[in-house]
């Protein structure tokens, strides 16, 4: 529903309390990026993964540290319905942060201990993702339609704040990992997050708390629910059928897994582990039952106010932006771990006199350029490119910034597929030439990421602003699943074989491949996007 228009009034202050939360993200986001940019290194040269040839070693930690991004990026459904539904907030944030931080500590306890590691990897994607989409949300909370205007600046401060503890985690935790051990690799993040949530403790007095909204007769499922289950005389229940469909195959999914992981003979297949057949799972639950409710949506009027009704079919739009936004995360997050194995194949120049031999030391720091670009990028598009083709009669709408990002993204593989094809050829090939694939998967994330958080703030009903973003950063679990899915492959011997005949590396096609997948993921942002209905979410003073 569009909030009533309320004049933005230029005396307005920048709320008093936005210092604590901007301050909590970057010590948080060290936190988060210390211990993500070493875990695939690490894992690698570890005694977890002693038991293994160390020819499959890379691809094991790739599994590992892409289940630990699902996890990060599912779990933000649940701090987001705890959220909205009972604790509100400012509570779910600093009692899942404290979740947070027994995570880091399990991972400098535990350095040798599969058990007590993966504990604390649970603990982090528990922790992390339960306040991921909270974090955000609440900072929206602190504006009005008074001083809205104020909080496109916050969010690219917010944006840019999680950069800058990136940054510097990105730079100094491989050299932590590499001169002090684990142990202290992964406490001194964890030292971090405690400073983050004492940060965000101290300014509970001055923040403005939106209470939740408990348990609403109009919710997001409860309109769903009686849209699907309400029937009309002469009118069929194409919808609720689609929508039962969904759970059937859900279901059969998850029974297939259990009972091929007790030795039935199913044509499930092997590589689909928990994880992955989880996720796809919830992908066709999801995929379903929003198509299904769709078609029917217009039967829960009557029963629920009309605001609650176009609510709904607010967030089922905004859930197809979602969705196209998928591939996208397929690429951004492997360059922690695709990237980094390219890396480890290159050649660092220590001989040339503009390479910083004296802080650069491993291949894995070279993520600190993604995080140092979007701190001069993000300036860059508002002062300069923005305003440039505004000048020039194009409209910038952060719909066409999304799109364009996830094609930037398809072209940064494509350069990343060449420098492969270089380093397959036996070129010694310089580490130096990341630089470019970085830049442009950095400048696609700036029109991606910045961009959605204030599109998904400003596009979600009241009652579903936490949930709207948990599933925001649930399309990051979905591009971590097309990655699984793809490693899965790569182990079939039918789909190894048909790589051999490309006459490419394994690690070429699968670059190529994936710029494929962003190029066609654009088109159809581009087409879906023509014909979205904006809406303006802010609260009213």
């Not at 894992?43 to 499959?56: F, G, H, K, R, W």
């Not at 995570?103 to 201990?113: D, I, K, Q, T, V």
């Not at 007769?217 to 059928?241: D, Q």
Request: aromatic content about 16%; glycine content about 8%.
């Amino acid at each position: 529903m569009t909030a009533p228009a309320t004049a933005t009034s230029p005396d307005a202050r920048m709320p008093r309390q936005i210092p604590y939360i901007i301050g909590n993200e970057a010590c948080e986001r060290f936190s988060f990026y210390g211990m993500r940019n070493i875990l695939v290194p690490f894992l690698i040269s570890s005694v977890l993964l002693q038991y293994l040839p160390d020819a499959d070693r890379a691809g094991v930690a790739k599994d590992i540290f892409h289940t630990f991004v699902i996890g990060v990026y599912f779990f933000p459904l649940l701090g987001g319905w705890l959220s909205d539904r009972f604790f509100g907030k400012y509570n779910t944030v600093l009692w899942f942060s404290l979740i947070y931080c027994a995570g880091h500590a399990c991972l400098a306890l535990f350095e040798n201990h599969a058990y007590g590691f993966y504990t604390g990897l649970f603990l982090i994607a528990l922790g992390s993702g339960g306040i991921k989409p909270l974090v955000v949300s609440f900072c929206g909370d602190q504006f009005d339609q008074r001083n809205k205007d104020k909080a496109k600046l916050v969010f690219d401060a917010f944006y840019w704040i999680i950069n800058f503890g990136s940054f510097f985690a990105s730079l100094f935790a491989p050299l932590l990992l590499r001169h002090y051990g684990p142990a202290v690799a992964f406490g001194i993040p964890g030292v971090l997050m405690f400073i983050a949530t004492l940060i965000f403790w101290m300014g509970r007095r001055q923040y403005i708390n939106v209470p939740p909204s408990g348990a609403d007769p109009h919710s997001f499922l409860n309109v769903i629910r009686t849209a699907l289950r309400t029937r009309r005389e002469g009118e069929g229940s194409t919808g609720a059928m689609i929508a039962w469909a969904g759970v059937a195959a859900s279901v059969a999914m998850l029974a297939a897994w259990a009972l091929k992981a007790i030795g039935a003979p199913l044509p499930w297949p092997d590589a689909f582990g928990f994880v992955i057949t989880a996720c796809l799972s919830l992908g066709v639950l999801i995929a379903f039952g929003g198509w299904g409710a769709s078609l029917q949506l217009d039967r829960a009027r009557g029963a629920h106010p009309d605001a609650a009704v176009d609510g709904v079919r607010a967030v089922l739009r905004i859930l197809i932006v979602f969705a196209l936004v998928t591939p996208f995360w397929s690429l951004f997050d492997q360059k922690a771990s695709t990237w980094i194995l390219q890396g480890n194949t290159m050649v660092i120049p220590h001989d040339t006199w503009w390479w910083p031999s004296w802080l650069i030391k491993d291949a894995a720091q070279m993520q600190a350029l993604n995080p140092l670009l979007v701190m001069l990028l993000i300036p860059f598009n508002n002062i300069v490119l923005y305003p440039g083709l505004r000048r020039l009669g194009f409209t910038v709408t952060p719909l066409r910034r999304m799109g364009w990002g996830i094609a930037f993204s398809g072209v940064s593989w494509i350069v990343a597929g060449v420098l492969q094809l270089w380093i397959d050829s036996g070129a010694e090939v310089s580490l130096a030439w990341q630089s470019l694939p970085y830049l442009l998967l950095t400048f696609g994330e700036v029109l991606v990421s910045a961009t959605a958080l204030e599109f998904a703030y400003s596009q979600a009903p009241h009652a579903m602003k936490g949930v709207i973003m948990a599933f925001w950063y649930l399309t990051s679990t979905f591009g971590s699943l097309w990655v699984l899915l793809t490693n899965a492959g790569v182990r079939n011997d039918g789909f190894r074989a048909m790589i051999t005949n490309t006459g490419l590396s394994e690690p070429a096609f699968l670059m190529f491949f994936f710029a494929g997948f962003a190029f066609l993921a654009a088109l159809a942002f581009a087409a879906y996007a023509r014909n979205y209905p904006m809406q303006d979410n802010y609260r009213v003073a």
